[in-house]
T-cell receptor, first 113, second 113 residues
Framework: KQEVTQIPAALSVPEGENLVLNCSFT??????LQWFRQDPGKGLTSLLL?????REQTSGRLNASLDKSSGRSTLYIAASQPGDSATYLC????????????FGKGTRLSVIA | IAGITQAPTSQILAAGRRMTLRCTQD?????MYWYRQDLGLGLRLIHY???????GKGEVPDGYSVSRANTDDFPLTLASAVPSQTSVYFC????????????FGEGSRLTVL
């Protein structure tokens, strides 16, 4: 059974700092990995999707990497801003595609001005 | 652009009552999912549907039922609500490009007393 773990559960950093959020998964037979952002009381918004054949994806100040063999992904946030404060979740789908995602419990990020 | 619409946004319900949470999408996505999100437990899959006319059980299906009569609608029914079903429920879809990218509704907060 696929298990997804995110460490730390919560993180507080000063504005402007670069930071890394970690995600690990137990079964390397994944189809893709996604990173989501969730603001309090809201739904999840997809940030980045990495297919199993890819090593990384970038969007603005965000960069996500994937190492299938070690079962790890990282989300790098450059020059953090207070508006980045949210919960970040990673999720994986297993082969084949279109099967439901398994989620980590998220990292709650606070960026202090 | 509506995307995924969930209703109601919030509901308080007496135990034993029947309740249907509605989910409608206008993106013509094939796959749809229902998740519940609970503090400390993260997001857990209840039921899913890969295409109209088919449904499948997720991680926590007991006490819930779904139907998928057409592409756009995927209602979730609690036949006889219990307090342990107090949660935030999210409907999600997977895009037609078959990348597995997941899109979420804004959620329905259900309290069972």
């Amino acid at each position: 059974k696929q298990e997804v773990t995110q460490i730390p559960a919560a993180l507080s950093v000063p504005e402007g700092e670069n930071l890394v959020l970690n995600c690990s998964f137990t079964d390397s037979a994944i189809y893709n990995l996604q990173w989501f952002r969730q603001d309090p009381g809201k739904g999840l918004t997809s940030l980045l999707l990495i297919q199993s054949s890819q090593r990384e994806q970038t969007s603005g100040r965000l960069n996500a990497s994937l190492d299938k063999s070690s079962g790890r992904s990282t989300l790098y946030i450059a020059a953090s801003q207070p508006g980045d404060s949210a919960t970040y979740l990673c999720a994986v789908t297993r082969v084949p595609g279109n099967t439901p995602l398994v989620f980590g419990k998220g990292t709650r990020l606070s960026v202090i001005a | 652009i509506a995307g995924i619409t969930q209703a109601p946004t919030s509901q308080i319900l007496a135990a034993g009552r029947r309740m249907t949470l509605r989910c409608t999408q206008d993106m013509r996505h094939n796959a749809m999912y229902w998740y519940r999100q609970d503090l400390g437990l993260g997001l857990r899959l209840i039921h899913y549907s890969n295409t109209a006319g088919t449904t499948g059980k997720g991680e926590v299906p007991d006490g819930y039922s779904v139907s998928r009569a057409n592409t756009d609608d995927f209602p979730l029914t609690l036949a006889s609500a219990v307090p342990s079903q107090t949660s935030v429920y999210f409907c999600a879809t997977t895009g037609t490009r078959n990348t597995g990218e997941l899109f979420f509704g804004e959620g329905s907060r259900l309290t069972v007393l």
